[in-house]
């Protein structure tokens, strides 16, 4: 099981940084530019390439939104930040810094993953497994700017090791550690994954202030209700179905325990591994000029 991180830091309810949110229907993701109020600088966070897996075929769709955003409204690219190596989708954070730059962002333990899945797929020891792929590695408790805004790293594993909740002024982007209220939280059963180390996880985050406003990167909108990607420390607290106050560890690990043996692996997790691991960056072409990506059989 990961330790758990004592790291503190101040949460600055003052700043208030100016979202803006795009969704992807094949993933059920929320993508966000968050701006600071006072600049023109911005991060990007959680961006997604599409593909079309049983064509073999990218479109960039949904990126070309986000960069068509940013170039309207004259906006600088300082970050573009995966909370975690995503196993739903592939990551545009490649395609959108040539366009239009930034510097791409995972958690340190990025290793981990690299580590884990470079076996699983044969990766070879020209696969760099220390993070090089990106430009920074964030550490718990690191702190960073987007213009005037500061930007805290909380490492919140559980879901995977090298999950990050980003803590923006008065708001968190959380990834993939909570999901909306009626929908509780992540899976804990992939690789280097632990229900109890996310539940920890949580109740780290819950920790910060009742007012923090939580950005979700995932709704799938259950009993038919509108989509939603906003909630609150306060709301999660009372209302979450899996971790809310009155739920212990030991029942939420035997919940989350119990649902992940039922849950089907994600229809993309192949690509999306292959690739987000990397940075987002491709397979590099084989002597046909082709790009492949590896089927493990079995190896999953």
């Known amino acids: 099981m990961n330790q758990q991180s004592s790291i503190q830091f101040k949460v600055d309810m003052s700043q208030q940084p100016e979202v803006v949110h795009f969704f992807d229907e094949q993933s059920n993701t929320f993508s966000y530019v968050v701006k600071d109020p006072h600049s023109n600088s911005c991060a990007i966070i959680d961006s997604v390439l599409d593909i079309d897996y049983a064509a073999g075929r990218l479109s ?18 300082e970050w573009i930040i995966e909370t975690h190596v995503h196993a739903d989708h592939l990551s545009a954070a490649p395609y959108i810094k040539e366009r239009v ?6 958690g340190e333990n990025i290793n981990v993953v690299q580590d884990t899945f470079g076996k699983v797929f044969n990766e070879g020891t020209e696969f760099q497994r220390d993070g090089s792929q990106f430009d920074r590695l964030f550490c718990d408790g690191d702190s ?54 996310l539940y920890r996880s949580i109740h780290r ?31 999660q ?36 591994i292959q690739v987000n691991m990397k940075a987002g960056h491709l397979p590099e072409p084989e002597s046909n000029g082709q790009r492949y990506l590896k089927v493990p059989i079995n190896g999953l």
Do not use: W
């Open 144 to 197: 960073y700017q987007i213009g005037s805004l500061i930007g805290h790293a909380m490492h919140t594993p559980g879901h995977t090791p090298a999950c990050m909740t980003h803590v923006i002024g008065n708001s968190a982007f959380v990834g993939d550690t909570i999901f909306m209220p009626d929908s509780g939280s992540a899976r804990a059963d992939f690789p280097g994954g632990d229900a109890r180390t």
């Open 205 to 235: 985050l819950l920790s910060l202030p009742e007012e923090v406003v939580l950005y979700m990167c995932h709704d799938y909108a259950p009993n038919g209700r509108e989509l939603k990607h906003v909630s609150t420390v306060g709301e």
């Open 101 to 106: 730059g930034g510097l791409i962002g995972i």
């Open 60 to 77: 960039y769709q949904g990126a070309d939104e986000i960069i068509d955003y940013v170039r309207q409204h004259h906006l600088k690219v």
């Open 237 to 272: 607290r009372r209302q979450n179905i899996h971790v809310a106050d009155a739920i212990s560890e030991d029942e939420y690990v035997k919940m989350r325990e119990t649902r992940d043996a039922t849950l089907a692996m994600p229809k993309l997790i192949i690509p999306s």
